[in-house]
């Protein structure tokens, strides 16, 4: 079975300061992995994933995620936050080759404050 | 190309009525999975549905029922309701696995429990 684990419920920063939200998981078969953020009476958008190849992935609005297969992280990153990054944020795994069940972690609001 | 749909966004029931929560999935898209949302558990995922049949089931007691239609529209029917039931139910759609793994999710229906 996997696991993830995002050890910050929350995370408070203020406006064009760098964040970091971590995220750890726990599987005995190879993963996909994916961060979504989810804004007030919202549904989930898929900010980025890693399926394979370089381990650096990008979004298109400044978030990065680097997979790290030896500490099994995959922590999202955005040099400068803005107001409007204020949401929660969820990692999820996949198992390769299985269905499109995601486990998801308990989630990381993320506050930004002017 | 339109999102995905859910229906009704809210709902109140009271304990012992059962409710069913409709799913329209982007066009083309033939898996569907639903997922309940509640602030103690977080994301756990309910069921998988492809070509009208469950893929795979979350750990949910019996009273958690679904069904994919040809033309891969879900519902999902919870009976004799409990207080804990409360909880916003997210469907998320995606092309067929395997897939590209993106899975793109709906507004949700907001359930609450009397």
């Known amino acids: 079975a996997q696991s993830v684990t995002q050890l910050d419920s929350q995370v408070p920063v203020f406006e064009e300061a760098p964040v970091e939200l971590r995220c750890n998981y726990s599987s005995s078969v190879s993963v996909y992995l994916f961060w979504y953020v989810q804004y007030p009476n919202q549904g989930l958008q898929l900010l980025l994933k890693?399926?394979?190849?370089?381990?650096l992935v990008e979004s298109i609005n400044g978030f990065e995620a680097e997979f790290n297969k030896s500490q099994t992280s995959f922590h999202l990153r955005k040099p400068s936050v803005h107001i409007s990054d204020t949401a929660e944020y969820f990692c999820a795994v996949t198992t390769q080759g299985g269905s499109e069940k995601l486990v998801f972690g308990k989630g990381t609001k993320l506050t930004v404050n002017p | 190309k339109a999102g995905v749909t859910q229906t009704p966004r809210y709902l109140i029931k009271t304990r012992g009525q059962q409710v069913t929560l409709s799913c329209s999935p982007i066009s083309g898209h033939r898996s569907v999975s639903w997922y309940q949302q509640t602030p103690g558990q977080g994301l756990q995922f309910l069921f998988e549905y492809f070509s009208e049949t469950q893929r795979n089931k979350g750990n949910f007691p019996g009273r958690f029922s679904g069904r994919q239609f040809s033309n891969s529209r879900s519902e999902m029917n919870v009976s004799t309701l409990e207080l804990g039931d409360s909880a916003l139910y997210l469907c998320a759609s995606s092309l067929a696995p395997p897939t590209t793994h993106e899975q793109f999710f709906g507004p949700g229906t907001r359930l609450t429990v009397l």
């Open positions: 890693y399926l394979s190849g370089s381990t």
